[in-house]
């Protein structure tokens, strides 16, 4: 089955400066990666997802980039904010309707001000 | 737009003790899912389901976990007998052709 990959698994960054995380996926039948943010006690939410027609998409300060070949995908956040802090989940998905995800392990981030 | 609903929110129990967990979709989703979130993990698959029939439950440990949507709306998720190893938080979410949609889960501790 698919493996997902997370690192860093923690990630402290200043206010205002970059933050990037990578994960890695095994099956390359894999079209679909959705990218989730958790903040404490709270439930998982979609923040930006991507499919493998696709080589990068950006949402204000997010933006995911998809390598099919290296089978790998970064989530990028620029200008970071302390309420970026949270537990980020990266996913694949070999359907095209975002079902059977399986998840990377998680990376933290902490945005200090 | 109501979300997805899921109770209790926290389960204390003993291990060998039984429980169950349920989930309302959000109204129309079709395909609903069960999560299991171990702390500092995150989350696995369990089973989904496509209105009232299972597309993949192969991550579910059959001899104690036990999942059913008899009308393809509410689902319910039952552990019987619990072991200390099941303490985590079980998420539901559904879809309905895109973005899956997660429920607030239910913490268990199973002591």
Known sequence: ?113 | EAGVAQSPRYKIIEKRQSVAFWCNPISGHATLYWYQQILGQGPKLLIQFQNNGVVDDSQLPKDRFSAERLKGVDSTLKIQPAKLEDSAVYLCASSEGGEQFFGPGTRLTVL
């Open chain 1, 1 to 113: 089955g698919e493996n997902v990959e997370q690192h860093p698994s923690t990630l402290s960054v200043q206010e205002g400066d970059s933050a990037v995380i990578k994960c890695t996926y095994s099956d390359s039948a894999s079209n679909y990666f959705p990218w989730y943010k958790q903040e404490l006690g709270k439930r998982p939410q979609l923040i930006i997802d991507i499919r493998s027609n696709v080589g990068e998409k950006k949402d204000q300060r997010i933006a995911v980039t998809l390598n099919k070949t290296a089978k790998h995908f970064s989530l990028h956040i620029t200008e970071t904010q302390p309420e970026d802090s949270a537990v980020y989940f990266c996913a694949a998905s070999t359907s095209n309707a975002g079902n059977m995800l399986t998840f990377g392990g998680g990376t933290r981030l902490m945005v200090k001000p």
